[in-house]
Each structure stands twice: as C-alpha cells, then as structure tokens.
C-alpha cells in the first residue's frame, strides 16, 4: 500500500479545527467541477449560490430566519448524539409541534392576550417532547431502537398533519385550499425591524444555545450525558441511570424541535400549511454533525446550511439549475467531513514502498 | 561468552524501535540457546511486548538484526515466523467459546492441516507427551481457562516448534495448574525447544527459567542467572530503586462488622456465565479480605452485586448490608454516598471513560465529594482534586487533560486508586487492584491500601494474584464456581491450602 493510515497518540486539536475546512474546501472544489460539467460557469454559479443571497440586510435577515428552525433542531439533536441517542425524529417532532401550536392558534383567533403566545409556543415544545417520549418509551421498555422508532414517527407525524390540515383544522373561509385560517396577531411571534421578516425566534435561538452549552458544558447532568455516550459500562459502574438519561436527551432534543416547528407557523408563515418544514429536521442531523455537536460550531454550520438553501432556491430562479443542488451539497459536505475527521484520529503516512531503507540489508545471509 | 555459536537458537543484535514520544526497543540484544528457558523480566511499559511482536514478526524493527538458527531474518508476519517454527501464547486467548478444540486448532492451523476429525489423533498424541490432558471433541466454553490454555500450547505444538513464546501465562492459572504447565514446559525444553517465558512473578522466573534478560525503560538493565539470585535483586533490576518492593505490612484484626453479605444467591442468565450459591461474608473495619480465585468463577458476578450495577429485587435487599442497613437493591450512586468506593478490574471502559480527560475522570466518581454545587460542575475543584490525585500517587502523566486512555496501564490503575482512596470511602471494593502493574507502582498500591486500612476503612480485594493477597490481606477466602471457601485469618492458611479452596474443594459453609 502506498499510504498507510497510523493511529494518533491524541487528538490532533489542530485538525479538529482544519477539518471542516478543508471539507468546505472540497466540497467547492466538486461543486465547482459539477457546474462545469452543467455547463455553466463555476465562479459565476458559485456567486449566485453563495453571494447573492445575503447581499442586502434583506438577504441576511432572510437566512436568519432559514437557519432558525434548523438551529433549534440541531441544537436540540446535540444534546441526544453526546449521549449517542441517535434521534433522527427531529423532522417529526417539528411537524408534530407546528400541528399541535396551529391547533391552539386557530382556537383562539378572538383571544387578544399577551398570554397567547406563550400559551402556543409551550404547547408547540410540549408537543414536540411528546413525540420524542414515544420512543424514549419505546426504547427504555421494550429496548426498541431509536433510530428506526424515530423515522418511523417522521412518517406517523407527516400524516398527521396532512389529515389536520386537509380536515379538521382546515380554514372553512379558505376555498377549500388545504390550509388553516391566518392566526391572531396575539399568537404571532412579532418582527425585529420594520421592513424585513426577520421575528423573535431569533432571540429563542440564542437562548436555547446558552441552554445547551451550560447543560453539556458545565452542568454536572450535561457530564452524565457524556458519559453515558461515551461509555455506557463506566455511566453503570457510578450509578448514572441510563434510562432516566434517555428521556431527558430525548425530551429536550423533542422539546427543542417542537419549538422549532411552532415558531414557524408562528413565524414567517402565520397559518398551518402542508410544507412546513422543507426537511429542516433532517438539515439539522448534518448541521448538528458539523457543528462538532457543539453550540457555536453549530451555529456556523446552521448558517452555512440556510444559505445553501437560499442559495439553491436563487440557482433554481435564475439559472435554472434543479432543486435537488442543494441536497448534493449537503450530502457532499458531510462525506467530506467524515472523511476528513479521519485525520484527527489517525496520521497519513507514505506506505512501505519508501520505508524499508532502515532494513534494505536484513536479507543478505552473514558474511 | 556462554553460547556457543553453533547451538544459538535465536539471536537478537541491537533492535530498536521507535514509537511516537516513545523509544519502546533502544538497542536490544538478546541470546537463546536451543532447549533454554530464558526468561523475559520487565515491568510494564518496559518493552516486553515490542520485542515479542518484532520476534512474532507483527511489527517490525526500525533497525537492528534477528538472526535465526545462523542466518540473518527479516519475519514480516506471524505466519512467516511461524513457518520458521517460532510459536507464541498470548495473554489473552484467541478461542472461538462454541467451537470444539479440535476445531478451534484447525481453524488456526489453515485449511492445509486437515479437518478438526483428521487432527483429532495428533491433538490426543502431543497433549499426552506433554502431560497436558485434553479432549479435542470438547467445546471450550466448558473449559477452564488453565484447559483454554493448553488448547492454544498445543496449536503451537501441532508444528514443528523450535521457539515458544509464552507472554505472562501463569496469570490466570491456580498454583496446581502452574506446576502442571512447568512440566510441560521442562518437557518441552528436554527435547530442545528453546521457550521465551515473559513473566513478572519472581518466584516462577527463579523456579522454571535458566536465563534471564531484563527490560527497563526499553533497555536491557542485565542479564543473569534466576536461580542465582534473590527476589529483591530481580526487582532492583527491573525497577531501579524502588521503596517497598519487600515490604511486609503487619496482619490487623478488624474492629466493627461494615459489610455482610449473607446467603447471597444470583442466578446467571447467561449460560456462559456463573452463578452465585449462597454466598457469606463479612469485612470489618480496619482490615483486608482477600477473595483467591481464577478469573471466570463469580469474580464479576459478585463485583457487580456490590457496586450496584446488578442490583437484588427490595424484598432481598437484606442480602447485602453496610453497617446494617440493607442496600442490596440501591443504585450505585446511592452506594458511594452512603461511603462505598469500587476499583473495577477493567481500568479503560469501566473504571475510566478512555476518552474524556483525568479531570473529568476523576469527576467521574467523585460526585458526591462537594464537585458539583446546583447542578453545576465545579471546574476548579475537580481540576485540584485531579492535581491532587496525580501529585500524590505519583500518576505519570503530562497534565490533567491528557485522555485517560493514553495513559499506561500501571499509571492509569494508580490514578483510579487514588480517586477512590482520596474519597476516604468506610468501605472499599478493589478487583485485581495490580494486575499488569508494574513492580514499583504495585508497591505504592499495596502501600496505600494498608494506609487505608488502618485509618479504618474496611477493604475487600478480589484478585488472582495470591502472592498479593498473602502480602495484604488479615483474611483470605477463595470463590470457585460460584461458591465461597470459608474465610481465614491469612496467618493459620497456606498457599496449598488456597489452591485447594481455588478447585473448590471445601464444604460448602452455608450446607455446614
């Protein structure tokens, strides 16, 4: 072999840092290869992808308000993946707390309280907590598997609002489009500024990163998750319950994605439509991922995932390039960081084809 | 010089081999005659290890010379080296529990050998020659690991060997079994197989081997005859001057009963596993019991019944009881703060997470020890107490953050220790509190458990080490699949006596 991969002593700190770099790096180098090969310039498309979306505080203000929902759930997925609860149900919990938020909503169109909202939101995380606790139930019971409960309640919740929305929560005034009435201003969360969308989930999220780096960094709870993620035999032997541990991983990253859902409806788009999430719980596996599963690199990677979103709907726009383009990157971003973490724990070494120089004599017979 | 050139059966000239931050091999030379039993002393971290692997051909040197029967070698695998008739017992076994041995033999022999039925004559014929008893239709999980051992013996000896390495063997072995497998061994040499004995047990290498080289730091510290020398002047060897290597503590008596375990009895799930059966005992404060007993026969059923992690139904939590309350049924963590601290036998993966730093890991089970106010982890005083673990039982390391699994064996298990000794725990569960630790660093062990004990704590070790446990412990018991000998002041029982009780024979107490 010609390169030979040798176990690192520790970790290298510097490629902790540098991998996701040069992932970034790798990933323009096969976009811009992929353009070409389109047919379209690449420093042109690359513009148009990464540039022109935040231009303009306007732009900016917009993938604020993409990477709001996507950060809530990776921040939320942090908490479960330190504790290696592979909750892949953010998706559904989303939807499942926008669901339950729209129906509270609509019930008070007439309620003009500065309770409202509060009462929406709490009902949107409580939600989302709920459907996390089915399989954290399922698994501390009957010792299911998060990972195929978690999907298969993606489905259940996706449903579940179809049905809502095409049925009982449908708006009677709304000519039969499958959509709620508009909530009440009181339900709303309110904008920031005047002229742009921008709205107080901002604000949620910011908090909610100051949760979840106390908890994980400082707490002793944080710790005990750790743990347990890291090597469950060690978590047993000091008595931190595993089962107790689950459902609180599951409940907070449930709870935190069913606020992401229920900002949304309340949000940006005010009234419980079909496509409330454009797979942002999903977005948020590979951003909480990026991010190192921790609450600032998570932040960046939330960003960098927004504008890939704007960026792909502005390509789509004007050069006609398919919507899919951003799920390529995406995924392409993520294979590359996966391989290049390889380097924090192992070194690349030039292979035996150059080494034997110390040993070219050992094969002569003694003299 | 004492070989002749002719009758060298393996010779190594200046091997040295170099591990990032660490010269593991630093110009080694060593010399086996045809039919020698040469031992191979050091402690850990030492170079044992590398220099075996560069034999075994797993890795290679990156300079130096083996010379084999004459001729210059380079053994780039296992398979090479054994080609050239070199074959070695590892430690740990490489044996598949669901397969007989003649199938486990096969299987390691090659498809060329022959079926498990073709082998079965040749296993019978050379484990009778070497007086190693084995049936090659039996399945291994029903062996007892001295059996196991003698499987992986006669998969060398199913080739024409002309080198045994055999790395630590006698570690997991009852003293009987020891002296079964020296027979073997002299046997073996009788017919001019040369035999590399790695070992760190002292009387062993003085009673079986007719050389030794010892390893220090990678070097050769020197080379003499076993038999012509003392135990302290081998240990002086290999760990340079060390206080404590002959120490003898004085027995204490005990004052208050801390733990009894009363009737206790567990059963298994796993079939591969053992049962409890009833068993009995108490340890008082102020003195050391000792559990003898080959790995495999309760050792961890019982550890995990203590710490909590296997936990009894309410309606049994009498069983198991500290200072009279019942606590048989109480988590882990309910365990420590009521006084309880556990030195697991496994130091990566049980005792410490491998890859969190020794501060968090001595966070880890120092919990209840004032680290942790509202909820929140007190950063500075875990880091103290990690500073204070590493300074006092002089735990080798570059600082407090390095992972735990970078550290080596013998210094990872002193940091363990100390954070459980630091916690001035009333009650002490320690499993084979040195096992692979060198010389120097199992005297500051034993040291400190007798400092334990006689502040008051009541310590209970389970080990496989007897000479240990005759050093330390007031009393002694042995566990035997499932069952516990009656317990003895150390001073009324032998050695012959516990290798008895280690084959189970003695009557059960709890039918008496």
């Known amino acids: 072999m010609l390169l030979t991969l040798e176990p690192r002593l520790q970790q290298s700190r510097r490629h902790l840092l540098l991998s996701p770099l040069l992932a970034a790096l790798l990933t323009l180098l096969c976009g811009a290869l992929l353009f070409a090969a389109l047919g379209h310039d690449p420093l042109a498309t690359f513009h148009t992808l990464l540039i022109e979306p935040v231009q303009d505080f306007y732009g900016v203000s917009e993938l604020l308000i993409k990477a709001i929902p996507i950060l809530l759930c990776a921040l939320g997925l942090a908490v479960a993946y330190q504790a290696r609860i592979w909750n892949i149900g953010a998706e559904g919990q989303l939807l499942i707390g926008a669901l339950a938020g729209s129906a509270l909503a609509i019930n008070l169109l007439d309620w003009d309280s500065v309770l409202a909202l ?221 391989a290049c973490d390889l380097l924090i724990l192992y070194r690349v070494r030039l292979g035996s084809w150059f080494r034997p120089a110390t040993r070219k004599h050992t094969e002569h017979a003694p003299a | 010089m004492p070989h002749s050139a002719s009758s060298l059966r393996l010779e190594l000239r200046a091997i040295t081999k170099r591990y990032p931050g660490t010269l593991a091999n630093d110009r080694i030379d060593l010399r086996i005659s045809a039919g020698e039993i040469h031992a191979l002393l050091g402690e850990n971290g030492a170079g044992k290890s590398t220099l075996m692997k560069i034999i075994y051909g797993v890795t290679a040197p990156d300079s130096g010379e083996v010379v084999w029967q004459g001729q210059r070698v380079q053994v780039r695998d296992p398979a090479q080296a054994r080609a050239l008739g070199i074959g070695m017992v590892f430690q740990h076994f490489s044996l598949f529990e669901t397969l007989t041995v003649a199938e486990n033999i096969a299987l390691a022999l090659g498809r060329d050998a022959g079926t498990p039925k073709q082998l079965e004559p040749k296993i019978r014929e050379v484990s009778q020659r070497y007086g190693m008893g084995l049936e090659p239709e039996r399945l291994v999980h029903s062996l007892s690991i001295g059996e196991r051992q003698r499987v992986e013996i006669v998969r060398c000896l199913m080739q024409d060997i002309r080198l045994l390495i055999l790395d630590e063997p006698t570690s997991v072995l009852t003293p009987q079994e020891v002296d079964e497998l020296f027979v073997t061994l002299r046997a073996l040499a009788a017919e001019g197989c040369s035999i590399l004995f790695i070992s760190h047990k002292l009387g062993e290498v003085r009673a079986l081997c007719d050389s030794a080289t010892v390893l220090r730091g990678g070097r050769v510290a020197g080379a003499c005859v076993p038999r012509e020398c003392s135990d302290l002047q081998l240990a002086r060897l290999m760990v340079g001057d060390a206080e404590g290597l002959e120490a003898s503590y004085p027995k204490a008596s005990g004052g208050l009963t801390r733990l009894r375990v009363d009737d206790l009895s567990w059963h298994n799930l796993d079939p591969f596993g053992t049962s409890l059966d009833r068993l009995r005992l108490e340890v008082r404060s102020g003195e050391i019991v000792g559990i003898a007993g080959v790995a495999g026969n309760g050792q961890d059923e019982l550890l995990a019944l203590l710490s909590g992690e296997t936990r009894l ?95 080596s064996g013998g210094n990872l298990q002193k940091f363990i220790l100390g954070r459980e000794v630091m916690q001035q725990p009333t009650l002490l569960v320690a499993a084979h509190p040195t096992w692979g630790v060198d010389v120097g660093a199992a005297a500051t062990i034993h040291r400190e458990l007798i400092a334990l004990r006689d502040a008051g704590a009541a310590i209970l070790v389970i080990s496989e080490d007897l000479d240990e446990l005759f050093q330390i412990s007031d009393r002694l018991g042995a566990l035997c699949s499932g069952r516990l000998s009656p317990l003895k002041a150390t001073a009324h029982t032998t050695l012959t006596e516990v290798g008895r009780w280690m084959a189970g024979e003695f009557d059960n107490p709890a039918a008496a």
């Open chain 1, 118 to 338: 509060p009462a929406v939101i709490l009902t949107g995380v409580l939600a989302g907590a709920l459907w996390a606790a089915l399989a954290a139930w399922l698994r501390t019971h009957f010792n299911a598997n998060e990972i195929l409960t978690t999907i298969m309640l993606n489905y259940i919740a996706l449903n579940l609002l179809l049905y809502f929305v095409h049925g009982p929560l449908k708006d009677p005034e709304g000519f039969s489009f499958p959509q709620s009435a508009m909530f009440a201003d009181a339900s709303r969360l309110p904008t920031l500024f005047d002229d742009v969308r921008l709205h107080a989930g901002f604000y949620l999220v910011l908090l909610a990163a100051v949760a979840v780096w106390v908890l994980l960094s400082r707490s002793f709870l944080g710790f005990q998750v750790r743990v347990l993620g890291l090597d469950s035999r060690a978590a047993g032997l000091m008595g931190f319950r595993e089962k107790r541990l689950v459902w609180l991983a599951l409940l907070i990253s449930g709870g935190l994605a069913g606020l992401a859902g229920v900002s949304e409806v309340t949000g940006p788009i005010g009234q419980l439509v079909p496509q409330v999430s454009p797979g942002y719980g999903y977005a948020a596996i590979t951003v909480a991922f990026l991010g190192r599963l921790n609450p600032l690199g998570i932040i960046v990677a939330g960003l960098l995932m927004a504008l890939l979103y704007l960026g792909g709907e502005n390509a789509q726009m004007t050069l006609n390039l398919p919507q899919s383009l951003t799920e390529l990157f995406q995924g392409m971003m993520l294979f590359f960081l996966l």
């Open chain 2, 313 to 407: 139904p309410r309606g049994e939590r009498e069983r198991i009881t500290l200072d009279q309350q019942p606590i048989a049924n109480l988590h882990p963590d309910v365990r420590r703060r009521l006084g309880m601290a556990f030195v697991p036998a496994e130091r990566l993966g049980h005792g410490a997470v491998p890859d969190m730093s020794l501060a968090d890991n001595a966070l880890l089970s120092s919990f209840h020890q004032g680290l942790v106010g509202h909820g929140m982890v007190r950063r500075g005083r875990v880091e103290a107490l990690a500073e204070n673990i590493v300074r006092r039982f002089g735990v080798k390391t570059p600082d407090i953050h390095t992972l735990a699994r970078s550290l």
